[in-house]
T-cell receptor, first 115, second 110 residues
Framework: EPEVTQTPSHQVTQMGQEVILRCVPISNHLYFYWYRQILGQKVEFLVSFYNNEISEKSEIFDDQFSVERPDGSNFTLKIRSTKLEDSAMYFC?????????????FGNGTRLTVT | TQLLEQSPQFLSIQEGENLTVYCNSSSVFSSLQWYRQEPGEGPVLLVTVVTGGEVKKLKRLTFQFGDARKDSSLHITAAQPGDTGLYLCAGSNTGNQFYFGTGTSLTVIP
């Protein structure tokens, strides 16, 4: 079964550094998402992306965050200047038709540790 | 932000017992999904419910969507150690995002 893949599985970075988290969504999916999960807390929505633009974003997704689909397969999340509180699991997800009509398929996440 | 409260937060039971997990909100959702998440992995979809009062069964798991589409429950019959994991509900009303619940961590002891 096709799956969403994320790299790296674990990223350690120093505060203030830029990080790029990478995702390869399922190939025929059209909607892409980033969620994060701080240790011991719930899964939080960051951003959704469709037709090469952001369709929705949460309050968490401030100017330090950006997303890009640089080619036909990758979907990236960039954090420009990381803060300690950005430490979390970051999950990429994709769906074929958007959340109302098809399920989200999640990757296994990237654990980001900011020191 | 829509708030989805799950209860209980933690549940530890013996193999063979039955259990129910609840997902409650003051908001109405057009659809609601249940996921299971294991350590080090992403959430995996179990079921989607869209109609008020809908009941869906997945082997020993029974999912119900409340009549008013504000709440849902997950009932597991004869729990097995393989059911251990974090159970998450997630609701969608308008827009293109799911709001996740607070999660129920289930441990089934052999």
């Amino acid at each position: 079964e096709p799956e969403v893949t994320q790299t790296p599985s674990h990223q350690v970075t120093q505060m203030g550094q830029e990080v790029i988290l990478r995702c390869v969504p399922i190939s025929n999916h059209l909607y892409f998402y980033w969620y994060r999960q701080i240790l011991g807390q719930k899964v939080e929505f960051l951003v959704s992306f469709y037709n090469n633009e952001i369709s929705e974003k949460s309050e968490i997704f401030d100017d330090q965050f950006s997303v890009e689909r640089p080619d036909g397969s990758n979907f990236t999340l960039k954090i420009r200047s990381t803060k300690l509180e950005d430490s979390a699991m970051y999950f990429c997800a994709s769906s074929f038709r958007g959340v109302k009509n098809s399920p989200l398929h999640f990757g296994n996440g990237t654990r980001l540790t900011v020191t | 932000t829509q708030l989805l409260e799950q209860s209980p937060q933690f549940l530890s039971i013996q193999e063979g017992e039955n259990l129910t997990v609840y997902c409650n909100s003051s908001s109405v959702f057009s659809s609601l999904q249940w996921y299971r998440q294991e350590p080090g992995e992403g959430p995996v979809l179990l079921v989607t419910v869209v109609t008020g009062g809908e009941v869906k069964k997945l082997k020993r798991l029974t999912f119900q969507f409340g009549d008013a589409r504000k709440d849902s429950s997950l009932h597991i019959t004869a729990a097995q150690p393989g059911d251990t994991g974090l159970y998450l509900c997630a609701g969608s009303n308008t827009g293109n995002q799911f709001y996740f619940g607070t999660g129920t961590s289930l441990t089934v002891i052999p």
